[in-house]
Structures are given as C-alpha cells and as structure tokens.
C-alpha cells in the first residue's frame, strides 16, 4: 500500500509563492507518475501538473504554465509543487495522486491520493 502525504499549504497575498511537498510511503514500486490536482469551492477537481518519476517528463494544464513547476527527489520519495505570480483563482485544496502510467489526466487513472492541503491566495 503506498501513502501520499502533502505538506505545504497556507494563506499567501497575490503575486506571492508556495511550495507543496507530496511524501510518497509504502510500496511505490509501479507507480511511475505524480500528478498535482486542486478543487476549488464550488468546483470540479481538475489536473494541475504531472511528473513522470524516472524519466522526469512533465505536463502542466495551460493557466499555470510558467507559473508552477513540479520536480522531484528519487531518493527521498518526495514530490514538490513550486507555485510562483499565485493569484485567487489559484485558491484551492491541493492534492498530489500516483498513477502507474504517465499522461494519464484524469482522475480515475490514479489509485493513489494525498489527504489535501489548503492553498488560499488574498488580494
């Protein structure tokens, strides 16, 4: 069984930065991707990023393109989301998932997921 762990999130002004951790525990032997997701209030959850594990492949939905960017550390399971110009519509709860293939978008492709942590962006 493989557990994701995010860390992380907080309360930042317009233009600021976050950066998330996703601590990848367990068996996570297959997995070969980590992709970011968030939910806004009132919204559908939607992919933010994707990282391939080995390869290092990434993938970012357009609105965020230049603004974040996923990296990861092999030897220490961890995933990070370097989240930089955030505005209010990047509020929203953020989770990481694991998928064992890589391209995948959509939720149901990734078995695995964090718990969530809150990103809120004040103007």
């Known amino acids: 069984q493989v557990q994701l762990v995010e860390s992380g999130g907080g309360l930042v002004q317009v233009g600021g930065s976050l950066r998330l951790s996703c601590a990848a525990s367990?068996?996570?032997?297959?997995?070969?991707?980590m992709a970011w997701f968030r939910q806004a209030p009132g919204k559908q959850r939607e992919i933010v990023g994707v990282i391939e594990w080995s390869g290092g492949r990434t993938w970012y939905r357009d609105s965020v393109k230049g603004r974040f960017t996923i990296s990861r550390d092999n030897a220490k399971n961890t995933g990070y989301f370097e989240m930089n110009s955030l505005n209010p519509d990047d509020t929203a709860v953020y989770y990481c998932?694991?998928?064992?293939?890589?391209?995948?978008?959509?939720?149901?492709?990734?078995?695995?997921w964090g718990q969530g942590t809150q990103v809120t962006v004040s103007s």
């Open positions: 367990g068996r996570t032997f297959g997995y070969v991707a």
């Open positions: 998932a694991a998928s064992n293939w890589f391209g995948a978008t959509i939720e149901g492709a990734y078995a695995v």
